[in-house]
């Protein structure tokens, strides 16, 4: 179970390391100035790279007959009509 954990700035300074290590555990920590939430500790998480338009071009073929589905296919899937 993830704890709620506040500490004021002057803490927050004073014991970053382990209040990093509980943020990396799943806690929150929040980190208090003049009586109010300041900033929010939380683990970098990776995101995912912009997709880029166009970077296989050339390199993917798609058959001429991509939408000739057979029969026995479109019978399968809608059953006779």
Same mark, same amino acid.
């Given at each position: 179970?993830t704890e709620r954990v506040q500490v004021n700035m002057h803490e927050a300074k004073s014991r970053f390391f382990q209040l990093a ?6 806690? @929150?920590?929040?980190?208090? =100035?003049?009586?109010?939430?300041? !900033?929010? %500790?939380?683990?970098?998480?990776? @995101? $995912?790279?912009?997709? =880029?338009?166009?970077? %296989? =071009? ?5 058959? $001429?007959? %991509?939408? =000739? @589905? ?10 006779? !009509?």
């Amino acid at each position: 179970m993830t704890e709620r954990v506040q500490v004021n700035m002057h803490e927050a300074k004073s014991r970053f390391f382990q209040l990093a290590e509980r943020a990396w555990q799943g806690d @929150t920590v929040v980190i208090i =100035k003049d009586g109010k939430p300041y !900033l929010d %500790l939380v683990p970098h998480v990776d @995101t $995912a790279r912009a997709r =880029k338009p166009g970077r %296989l =071009k050339g390199q993917i073929r798609i058959s $001429a007959d %991509l939408d =000739k @589905t057979p029969e026995e296919i479109i019978v399968g899937f809608e059953g006779s !009509l």
